[in-house]
């Protein structure tokens, strides 16, 4: 059973920079889809960013496009989300998902949680001054 467990998150000023790592264990990313997703207090979970099983195909979110940057290392069995020039509403809770294609392919999965099977506990990011 593949589980995944981020961590990177924490207090930041406004037009900071953090980065998120979600780590996976039980089994190898090679051939998942991965996703960032966050959830604000009372805000339905909404998706960030996710990046093909090849790692070859990308999409963002309107609200973070030029200011996040997702990547993953298979050879580490971890995907990241780079956060620069965070704002206040960039507070949420992250969470880091994957859906299993079984190849190595750029198609992007939808931003849409009933597309992942598996999900992180989550990680706070708090963006204040």
């Known amino acids: 059973q593949l589980q995944l467990v981020e961590s990177g998150g924490g207090l930041v000023q406004p037009g900071g920079s953090l980065r998120l790592s979600c780590a996976a264990s039980?089994?190898?990313?090679?051939?998942?889809?991965l996703g960032w997703f966050r959830q604000a207090p009372g805000k339905e979970r909404e998706g960030v960013s996710c990046?093909?099983?090849?790692?070859?195909?990308?999409d963002f979110a309107d609200s973070v496009k030029g200011r996040f940057t997702i990547s993953r290392d298979n050879a580490k069995n971890t995907v990241y989300l780079t956060m620069n020039s965070l704002k206040p509403e960039d507070t949420a809770v992250y969470y880091c998902?994957?859906?299993?294609?079984?190849?190595?392919?750029?198609?992007?999965?939808?931003?849409?949680?009933?597309?992942?099977?598996?999900w992180g506990q989550g990680t706070q990011v708090t963006v204040s001054s």
């Open positions: 039980g089994g190898t990313l090679d051939y998942y889809a």
């Open positions: 990046i093909s099983s090849s790692g070859g195909g990308t």
């Open positions: 998902a994957a859906t299993y294609y079984g190849v190595a392919v750029d198609t992007i999965p939808p931003f849409s949680v009933y597309e992942y099977d598996y």
